[in-house]
């Protein structure tokens, strides 16, 4: 059985809790929720420590999917949770593949250097 205690140092574990999805889908708030309380989210889930009140078995059946997440710590997790099973499902659908590409109108060179010289004309002209 799961004491306060045991609550307490998942939730005051030192060092924040590393979110390591996208962030992309993360409302400020759940950022911070996460990474506060991550390691307290991940216990409970897991059964490293088991509830001691009606809120936080409420959480673990939203975190199995077996409600629909009301509170503002089960949305924040069950979110976690979702993008990252969906990043490990399929980690290459989620990966940037930017390439720059010579083939336009100007190269990557000659707008750098049209920036440049918009720049200094600017510059000239702000003096004045």
Do not use: C
Not at 64 to 83: C, D, F, N, Q, V
């Amino acid at each position: 059985m799961s004491t306060l205690s045991d609550h307490l140092r998942y939730l005051h574990q030192s060092g924040e809790f590393t979110i390591d999805v996208s962030l992309a889908i993360f409302s400020p708030e759940e950022i911070e929720n996460l990474r506060r309380f991550g390691h307290w989210y991940e216990a409970l889930t897991l059964g490293l420590i088991e509830p001691v009140s009606e809120p936080q078995k409420e959480f673990i059946r939203s975190a199995r999917g077996e409600k629909s997440p009301t509170t503002e710590h089960e949305i924040a997790w069950y979110k976690y949770l979702g993008r990252k099973k969906l990043e490990s499902d399929d980690p290459d659908k989620f990966k940037l593949n930017y390439q720059a590409r010579e083939k336009g109108f100007y190269t990557r060179q000659q707008f750098k250097q049209m920036r440049s010289m918009m720049g200094s004309e600017m510059n000239k002209n702000h003096r004045r």
